[in-house]
């Protein structure tokens, strides 16, 4: 007979702090527990949110499975458009651009990957660039959009997709969500963290207002000022302002202008950093992400004014932060989610899926109330591996720059570079390989995109590219030019695909 089990399960759960990463949390496990764990989530009003992260990657819709979200609500209630990628401009140097996109370059075919077929093709003359090979960066060209659909050898299974959308609405619309799920919400400033003397887990929050919120396992999810992870247990924090030395942003909304709602977001390489643009259906976002030893607070400002596509529509506000984690973001019967955990500038939008992944591993790996430590430890591995991944990618933008030399552009050429991005671009330059882990958030077509865009280019590819019909590489590579510019043209723009998608 087995022996006989202690009830010793999580009933209730604490979430400290609201805002996106909050309320992401808060609904996903009031939908995923069913009912079975009370969820209550501790937010004041009085506390500003961040609320300036207002786009997103395909890895959304995991999250949005999960909770059961309705897309055509969704839509209405946020404000959202759709995004195909993102545009660089300036990256490489002043007027270059280059497209990241969403999806793949040509359909999955049977064999060596698709980009070392174009690769052969290109060493033997043939003139096809990669972005015609990008359904997605064709549509964003043309401000069309379309969702993935068709059979693997269809054109149009090559596309993916995400949204941008206003993060506050966004907030507020999984608020209702997840109370209609079971969660409560309390209103109030946290006062105090209670711990237990020999274990060190907390044991209750205090408000203000004298409100004790006990629980077997909390969260926190507030943000930069980490109460919880940072104050209450004391868990240190790996700056990694060496390789990724913006530490302000500036972000103000405009009126719709300039090319409109298109279907990407679009980063610009400034003097001191970057500028984001981000279109949504009533408005559209703005942002300077710049480094303060280069540029101070009120020339940012005044320089993103500058640079808007239309009249702004509120005070510029500026926010400041530092790239980097959080050594152990579970600690104890603690998990940190969404900035309190870490962060990775806004340059490839993965803030959200940043929270979302907390919340897979976190359910993945839900504890009893011992919160046995090898849980912990496992998902302290498997975050860092999320960061440290998405760490390098991001690096690579700022280091692979030939035509630009201000200051913050010349110490991003001169630092030394992590191991793992320097062996990551050198395989490729000999080989063409892309050497990636199964989990890794950034596949192929991603690193595809930004090492030919910062013209990082291969050198070789694989052998077994010549494998067989020495002229296939040339006509399957022509074939899925053709089908990309074939299509294009039939697919919808992007404000009717978005009006049809809201009915």
């Given at each position: 007979?087995p022996?006989?089990?202690?009830?010793n399960?999580?009933r209730?759960?604490?979430?400290?702090?609201?805002?996106t990463?909050g309320?992401?949390?808060?609904?996903?496990?009031a939908?995923?527990?069913?009912?079975?764990?009370?969820?209550?989530?501790l937010?004041?009003?009085e506390?500003?949110t961040?609320?300036?992260?207002?786009?997103?990657?395909?890895?959304?819709?995991?999250?949005?499975?999960l909770?059961?979200?309705d897309?055509?609500?969704?839509?209405?209630?946020?404000?959202a458009?759709?995004?195909?990628?993102?545009?660089?401009?300036?990256?490489?140097a002043p007027?270059?651009?280059?497209f990241?996109?969403?999806?793949?370059?040509?359909?999955?075919l049977?064999?060596?990957?698709f980009?070392?077929?174009?690769?052969?093709a290109?060493?033997g003359?043939?003139?096809v660039?990669l972005t015609?090979l990008?359904?997605?960066?064709?549509?964003?060209?043309?401000n069309?959009?379309?969702?993935?659909?068709?059979?693997?050898?269809?054109?149009?299974?090559t596309?993916g997709?995400?949204?941008?959308?206003?993060?506050?609405?966004?907030?507020?619309?999984l608020?209702?969500i997840?109370?209609?799920s079971?969660?409560?919400?309390v209103?109030?400033?946290l006062a105090?963290v209670?711990?237990?003397?020999e274990?060190?887990?907390?044991?209750?929050?205090t408000?203000?207002r004298?409100?004790r919120l006990?629980?077997?396992?909390?969260?926190?999810?507030?943000g930069?000022?980490a109460?919880?992870?940072?104050?209450a247990?004391?868990?240190?924090?790996?700056?990694w302002g060496?390789?990724?030395?913006c530490?302000?942003?500036?972000a103000?909304?405009?009126?719709?202008?300039?090319d409109?709602?298109?279907?990407?977001?679009?980063?610009?390489?400034r003097?001191?950093g970057?500028q984001?643009?981000?279109?949504?259906?009533?408005?559209t976002?703005?942002?300077?992400?710049?480094s303060?030893?280069?540029l101070s607070?009120?020339r940012a400002a005044?320089?993103?004014?500058?640079?808007l596509?239309g009249?702004?529509?509120?005070e510029p506000r500026?926010l400041?932060?530092?790239?980097g984690?959080r050594?152990?973001?579970?600690?104890?019967?603690?998990v940190?989610?969404?900035?309190?955990?870490?962060?990775?500038?806004?340059?490839?939008s993965?803030?959200?899926?940043?929270?979302q992944?907390?919340i897979?591993?976190?359910l993945?790996?839900f504890p009893?109330?011992d919160?046995?430590p090898?849980?912990?430890a496992?998902?302290?591995?498997?975050?860092?591996?999320?960061?440290?991944?998405?760490r390098?990618?991001l690096?690579?933008?700022y280091h692979?720059t030939t035509?630009?030399?201000?200051?913050?552009?010349?110490?991003?050429?001169?630092?030394?570079?992590?191991?793992?991005?320097?062996e990551r671009e050198?395989?490729?330059r000999?080989?063409?390989?892309?050497?990636?882990?199964?989990?890794e958030l950034?596949r192929?077509?991603s690193?595809?995109?930004?090492?030919?865009?910062?013209?990082i280019h291969?050198?070789?590819?694989?052998?077994l590219?010549?494998?067989g019909?020495?002229?296939?590489?040339a006509?399957?590579v022509?074939?899925?030019?053709?089908?990309?510019?074939?299509?294009?043209?039939?697919?919808?723009?992007?404000?009717?695909a978005?009006?049809a998608?809201?009915r």
């Amino acid at each position: 007979m087995p022996p006989c089990l202690t009830d010793n399960r999580v009933r209730r759960v604490v979430i400290l702090g609201g805002g996106t990463a909050g309320w992401m949390t808060g609904v996903a496990l009031a939908r995923a527990l069913s009912g079975a764990v009370a969820v209550t989530l501790l937010e004041s009003e009085e506390i500003g949110t961040v609320g300036v992260g207002e786009a997103t990657i395909p890895t959304i819709h995991w999250f949005n499975e999960l909770i059961g979200l309705d897309e055509a609500a969704f839509l209405r209630a946020t404000g959202a458009s759709f995004k195909l990628g993102i545009e660089f401009v300036g990256w490489r140097a002043p007027g270059h651009r280059y497209f990241h996109p969403f999806g793949t370059y040509g359909p999955a075919l049977p064999g060596v990957p698709f980009h070392h077929r174009w690769l052969k093709a290109c060493a033997g003359g043939l003139d096809v660039a990669l972005t015609d090979l990008s359904l997605a960066a064709r549509l964003a060209a043309e401000n069309r959009f379309a969702k993935p659909e068709g059979t693997a050898r269809s054109i149009l299974s090559t596309l993916g997709y995400a949204y941008h959308f206003d993060a506050g609405r966004y907030a507020a619309h999984l608020r209702t969500i997840a109370e209609g799920s079971g969660a409560t919400r309390v209103e109030g400033r946290l006062a105090t963290v209670e711990r237990d003397g020999e274990t060190g887990f907390v044991t209750a929050l205090t408000t203000e207002r004298g409100e004790r919120l006990a629980g077997d396992l909390f969260i926190d999810c507030s943000g930069f000022r980490a109460l919880l992870i940072g104050e209450a247990m004391g868990v240190g924090f790996e700056d990694w302002g060496e390789w990724l030395p913006c530490d302000r942003a500036v972000a103000v909304p405009c009126a719709t202008g300039g090319d409109g709602l298109t279907p990407y977001t679009r980063s610009t390489a400034r003097a001191a950093g970057w500028q984001w643009r981000i279109p949504l259906q009533h408005r559209t976002g703005n942002g300077y992400v710049y480094s303060s030893a280069h540029l101070s607070d009120d020339r940012a400002a005044a320089d993103l004014l500058a640079a808007l596509d239309g009249p702004a529509l509120a005070e510029p506000r500026t926010l400041r932060f530092r790239a980097g984690t959080r050594t152990a973001p579970w600690t104890g019967n603690t998990v940190a989610i969404g900035l309190s955990s870490g962060f990775l500038e806004p340059l490839e939008s993965t803030s959200i899926h940043l929270i979302q992944s907390g919340i897979a591993k976190l359910l993945s790996l839900f504890p009893d109330r011992d919160c046995d430590p090898a849980l912990a430890a496992r998902f302290n591995r498997l975050f860092a591996a999320d960061m440290e991944n998405i760490r390098d990618f991001l690096i690579l933008h700022y280091h692979a720059t030939t035509g630009r030399d201000e200051p913050l552009w010349r110490h991003c050429r001169s630092v030394a570079l992590p191991d793992s991005l320097v062996e990551r671009e050198e395989q490729y330059r000999r080989s063409g390989r892309l050497m990636l882990g199964a989990d890794e958030l950034f596949r192929e077509a991603s690193w595809l995109a930004v090492l030919n865009g910062q013209g990082i280019h291969a050198r070789g590819y694989s052998p077994l590219a010549d494998i067989g019909d020495p002229d296939a590489a040339a006509a399957q590579v022509r074939a899925v030019a053709d089908a990309v510019a074939r299509a294009a043209p039939t697919l919808p723009r992007h404000e009717a695909a978005l009006a049809a998608a809201m009915r």
